[in-house]
């Protein structure tokens, strides 16, 4: 069957471009199949009839996806995700998002992936490719420039074309070599114009030259006027919008949108139901309830981060005292629309690592909800008697939220006063955190002997956590994003003057480039994180392979007695550029498996882009002729390797086709 334009009436068409409701394309009374949308991206969050929410499988957020460093995971993570999608009949998961992650404070920071557009990009893409092989399809979001939650609706996003395209429009431009079958534009406008209108964006950005070739759809709300969007090519206003008809009539008729126009978006909707059609006699399920929550298990195991450890980890035989409430229930996933509801009971971090042989745990689940005095009591009471005190602390998903920013990246003064406390009478403290963005930890860190950032790992929490405490799994995440000192430490030029606009003065100088570019120091960088394994690297070699194509490898040995994963990063620096370049940026990484003894050779591919940047005299990308540097290393912080190559490109190979 094929779903053609031509065969439909104007009002049909028109009424087309808008939902039949909250979530499901418009049927034209039974002739048009219906598309049926829902959210993720950290689960299937879906509405049922009665307006509950569906019981689905709660994965890790994305930022701790993100913090695998791993494409194979988050293409498992979107594989299972799928799987709960054609349980409960969702034709297209409302995810990934793939928002730069600008401030800590951002209240959604927990659904997106990184500082970093490349990593961004490149995890996204695999998370779409895992989603849609199980023929569910995605809606990559919010196109575009929308970083931070407050007065999302309207306030506009403004920046300089260099940021627009290198940072914030970057890893989309990857993601969408996935073909996710939709893209959703964000609220807020970007240089004046709202992204539902922005025809440059959507047009010229999205459907040119990044060759995006699906549905692109509003956010929730987002569209003003709906002939504007149209003439944008934006295809489907969402939710149902009863001025939309009218307005679009009215369009029309004053000869303000062409039936050309019109058409171009009800066919792209049409290829949608196409979509969905073809795909509904392809899909089926393959894996158990049990397999998804182990999936969400193996993925939050490599997404947990140990970002400090002296000696005590992984834990030693003998007496333990698990503290707070996030270790009997940590907040699996952050508010708003990406909350999915699990029937999964969690099990309790005490009970895990006393299942395990040599330990003897007693638990206190203050802080969190119980902070009263008689808890805490407790608390220190039990952490005096043991030779390790893990404290699970951290932030809940009132705290950050879609809708609304933090107010702060500290925990409580509760939380860091007990910590400051117990430390005083215990010597072996591990923190561990449950948050889903940058925390500052200053008050405290020096003080404890290991902290662990947990993240919102979803409802494989604590059995993940667990094993790696008793070091049946290291550790093996790296920062997504920087952990700064402070808040005060983080970018916080001139925005957000009147209300009005959110300049980024910034520019290209996001997360690891603007702390660089300040040499500022900060808590943990990005790209970092520890192992129980010891990695040595050497040999840096990198072969030429085509005019602007490298392939970088080196060694890395596995120094240790322990089977670990590793995270390299490679980094490229132009030495001598012609305009303001970041001090170095992250274009390839691997995570490998080496075991106890083993020494590997990893290899990266560069190309083009790796070297390129986006010249606005020449509206394309451009990659400069001369010298650049290529770190290889453990972390931003942590360049283990150094080597040269020089680029000697003709005129015109010099810039690419865009
Ligand atoms: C959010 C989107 C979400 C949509 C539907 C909006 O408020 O920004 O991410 O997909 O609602 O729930």
């Given at each position: 069957m094929k779903f053609d334009?031509?065969?439909?009436t104007l009002d049909e068409k028109l009424h087309l471009l808008?939902?039949?409701?909250?979530w499901r394309t418009y049927g034209a009374n039974g002739k048009i199949p219906q598309v049926f949308l829902s959210d993720g991206p950290n689960g299937l969050r879906m509405h049922a009839e009665d307006g509950s929410t569906k019981k689905a499988t709660a994965m890790p957020t994305i930022s701790v996806v993100a913090n695998t460093w791993n494409p194979a995971l988050s293409y498992l993570d979107g594989a299972t995700i799928a799987e709960d999608c054609i349980e409960h009949g969702a034709?297209?998961?409302l995810a990934p998002g793939v928002n730069i992650?600008?401030?800590?404070?951002?209240?959604?920071?927990?659904e997106y992936f990184s500082e970093d557009p490349f990593l961004a990009g490149t995890m996204a893409k695999a998370y779409i490719d895992g989603v849609q092989s199980k023929h569910v399809g995605t809606s990559l979001k919010h196109?575009?420039?929308?970083?931070?939650?407050?007065d999302r609706f309207y306030q506009t996003s403004e920046l300089d074309e260099r940021a627009l395209r290198e940072i914030y429009c970057r890893p989309f431009e990857i993601a969408v070599k996935a073909q996710p079958w939709t893209v959703m534009c964000s609220y807020n406008p970007v240089n004046g114009v709202y992204a539902s209108e922005n025809k440059y964006l959507l047009?010229?950005?999205?459907?040119?030259?990044?060759g995006f070739e699906g549905l692109i759809v509003s956010?929730?709300?987002?569209?003003?006027q709906s002939y504007k969007a149209v003439k944008a090519t934006l295809d489907l206003r969402m939710?149902?919008?009863?001025k939309a008809y009218p307005e679009l009539k009215a369009a029309y008729e004053k000869g303000l949108l062409t039936e050309e126009e019109i058409d171009y978006c009800v066919q792209n909707v049409l290829n949608l139901v196409e979509k969905k059609v073809q795909a509904d006699q392809k899909k089926k399920e393959t894996l158990t309830k049990e397999e998804r929550h182990a999936n969400a298990v193996e993925i939050a195991k490599e997404g947990?981060?140990?970002?400090?450890?002296?000696?005590?980890?992984?834990l030693k035989k003998g007496k333990v005292a698990v503290i707070g409430e996030f270790s009997e229930s940590p907040t699996l996933g952050g508010g708003g629309s990406a909350y999915v509801q699990t029937d999964f009971k969690q099990k309790f971090l005490s009970d895990l690592i006393a299942e395990r042989e040599g330990y003897s745990v007693q638990h206190e689940y203050c802080?969190?909800?119980?902070?009263h005095g008689t808890a805490l009591k407790k608390g220190y009471a039990i952490a005096y008697e043991a030779d390790t005190v893990v404290i699970s602390v951290g932030t809940c998903k009132e705290v950050e939220c879609e809708g609304y920013d933090r107010?702060?990246?500290?925990?409580?003064p509760i939380m860091e006063n007990f910590i400051l406390e117990t430390a005083k009478i215990n010597p072996n403290v591990v923190v561990c955190l449950h948050a889903g963005s940058a925390v500052d930890m200053s008050a405290w860190v020096d003080e404890v002997k290991a902290v662990v950032?947990?993240?919102?790992?979803?409802?494989?929490t604590n059995e993940a956590l667990s094993a790696i405490l008793v070091g049946e799994v290291s550790p093996s995440g790296k920062l997504t994003e920087t952990f700064p000192?402070?808040?005060?430490?983080?970018?916080?030029?001139?925005?957000?003057?009147?209300?009005?606009v959110e300049w980024y003065s910034d520019g290209i100088f996001v997360g690891y480039r603007y702390y660089d570019k300040a040499q500022a120091d900060v808590q943990f960088p990005f790209g970092h994180g520890l192992s129980y394994a010891n990695f040595v690297y050497s040999d840096l070699k990198i072969k030429q392979c085509g005019e602007s194509e490298f392939e970088v490898s080196y060694q890395i040995e596995n120094t240790s007695e322990v089977d670990a994963k590793e995270v390299s990063q490679v980094y490229v620096k132009q030495v001598f550029p012609m305009v303001v370049r970041p001090e170095k940026e992250l274009k390839g990484f691997s995570k490998d498996l080496i075991k106890a003894g083993e020494k590997k050779t990893v290899t990266v591919k560069l190309d083009f882009r790796s070297f390129a940047y986006y010249n606005t005299a020449y509206r394309r990308w451009h990659a400069e002729n001369g010298p650049y540097e290529i770190y290889v290393g453990a972390s931003s912080r942590d360049l283990r390797l150094c080597g040269k190559v020089t680029l000697s490109l003709d005129d015109a190979t010099q810039q690419s086709k865009w």
């Open positions: 334009v031509k065969k439909l808008t939902g039949a409701d909250l034709d297209v998961l992650k600008r401030t800590p404070l951002n209240g959604r920071n927990f196109f575009c420039v929308n970083n931070r939650e407050y047009k010229e950005i999205l459907r040119d030259e990044f956010d929730w709300e987002a569209v003003h939710p149902y919008s009863e947990i981060v140990l970002l400090k450890n002296e000696g005590v980890l992984p802080l969190g909800g119980r902070e107010t702060t990246i500290r925990l409580t950032s947990v993240g919102y790992a979803g409802e494989g000192l402070s808040l005060d430490d983080t970018y916080t030029g001139e925005e957000t003057g009147n209300g009005l």
